[in-house]
Structures are given as structure tokens and as C-alpha cells.
């Protein structure tokens, strides 16, 4: 269990750089009520990454498990192998893009979509949904750990959640320092502006290693 969840927290916090959430959440942190309009975007892509998750777990995913009622450890293994050789390979696709990637400008909300912040959320996070690759990867993995049905849906929250902790961690800075959170956030837009894909790349990397890792020592173990 504790080998699922770490792989649900890396993979999670890593995809959660993703600069199509991310801009939006900071250009929507200008203005008026600016905390109310954040938190509102993270529910909306909170919400459809949960249920499109928990549709994935609890349909496709529990035909596929009944083909195989009894996944053995190694195939566990195996697909975190494959999860994190994934994630580096990510890792280096964004890196060799980095020059490209960093000069394409984030997402500028308009005040038209600041007033539907939460559709807007709904809106980005459904067209994301379908190539979201490390999501993908990750409910691969929960429901190859074949895992009772609750743990799988709380592991598709908590991965939900991980996602939009940058947002939420935008809406702690407007509410904790009103007055210094714009200069604030100036400089982490600027700095993302800038930096995200090299921070994006570095972040995959370590997260795939680590899942990497974690596959290739059960695999030792279950030999021994």
C-alpha cells in the first residue's frame, strides 16, 4: 500500500507543473476576489480529473483486473517499471523542447473567464484529460496493484489532489499575505514563465526515477 501511494505522490506532484493549469491559476490571481477565482478554477479541474479518473478505475480499468482476478507482484513490479521509464522518457522529450517550450506564452485570462473561473477549470482540464499521459500511467498502476475498489477510488483522489496543490497553494498565498502577494506571485510567474519546462523535465525525471526504482527493488525481492 505504501508503495502504491508514494508512486500516486510523485507522479501527482510532477504532473502538477503542468503549465496549462498552473498559468491560468496565477493570470487569474490578478484582479478583484482573486483567491475566490483560483480556488473555484482548482475545483473545476479537480473535479473532472477525480471522475474521469474514478470512471477509468472503476470501468475499464476493473474489466481489464477481471481478465486477471490475481495480478501476481511481478506484473505490479513491472508496471512501475514501465511507469517510470515512462516518466523519463517524458522527462527527456520536455528537456530536448525546453528552448522551444519556454518561449510559448502561458494561458492570460481574460476578464470574461475570470468571471467562470470554475467553468474555465471544467473547460482546460477537459481537453487536458485525454492526453494527460502521466494520469494515465498512474491509474495504470492502481489498478494493476489490484487493490479493493475504495483504496483504488482514494488513490485517484489523492492524485486528483496533488494536481491542483500548486493551485491551492496560490490560493494560501492570497489569503495568508494580502498585501505582499503580488509581488509575490509576479516573481514565480516570471520565473515560470521562464523556467517551467527545465523545472517540468527535472521534476519527471526524479519522479520516474524514483518509481523506477521502487519497481526494479520489488523485483529483486520477489526473486529472493
Excluded at 525525471?205 to 521502487?214: F, R
Amino acid at each position: 500500500m505504501l508503495r502504491l501511494i508514494v508512486i500516486v505522490l510523485s507522479v501527482g506532484l510532477a504532473d502538477s507543473l503542468d503549465p496549462t493549469t498552473v498559468g491560468p491559476g496565477l493570470y487569474l490571481a490578478l484582479g478583484a476576489h482573486p483567491a475566490r477565482r483560483v480556488f473555484r478554477f482548482a475545483a473545476g479541474v479537480f473535479l473532472v480529473m477525480a471522475a474521469g479518473g474514478l470512471v477509468v478505475v472503476l470501468g475499464p480499468g476493473q474489466l481489464l483486473l477481471s481478465l486477471v482476478p490475481h495480478p501476481s507482484h511481478r506484473l505490479e513490479h513491472w508496471l512501475e517499471v514501465g511507469v517510470g521509464i515512462a516518466l523519463m522518457l517524458g522527462a527527456s522529450v520536455v528537456w530536448g523542447l525546453r528552448r522551444r517550450l519556454s518561449q510559448r506564452e502561458l494561458f492570460r485570462a481574460t476578464p470574461s473567464r475570470q468571471r467562470s473561473s470554475l467553468w474555465l477549470g471544467v473547460g482546460v482540464m477537459t481537453v487536458n484529460l485525454p492526453v494527460a499521459l502521466p494520469y494515465f500511467a498512474a491509474l495504470a498502476a492502481i489498478i494493476a496493484s489490484g487493490r479493493p475498489l475504495v483504496t483504488q477510488a482514494g488513490c485517484v483522489m489523492l492524485y486528483s489532489l496533488c494536481f491542483v496543490a500548486p493551485l491551492l497553494g496560490i490560493v494560501a498565498v492570497l489569503e495568508l499575505l494580502p498585501h505582499q502577494a503580488d509581488a509575490r506571485l509576479d516573481r514565480v510567474r516570471e520565473l515560470i514563465e521562464r523556467h517551467w519546462a527545465q523545472v517540468l523535465a527535472a521534476v519527471l525525471m526524479v519522479a520516474g526515477g524514483l518509481v523506477t526504482a521502487l519497481g526494479v527493488v520489488g523485483l529483486a525481492a520477489s526473486r529472493g
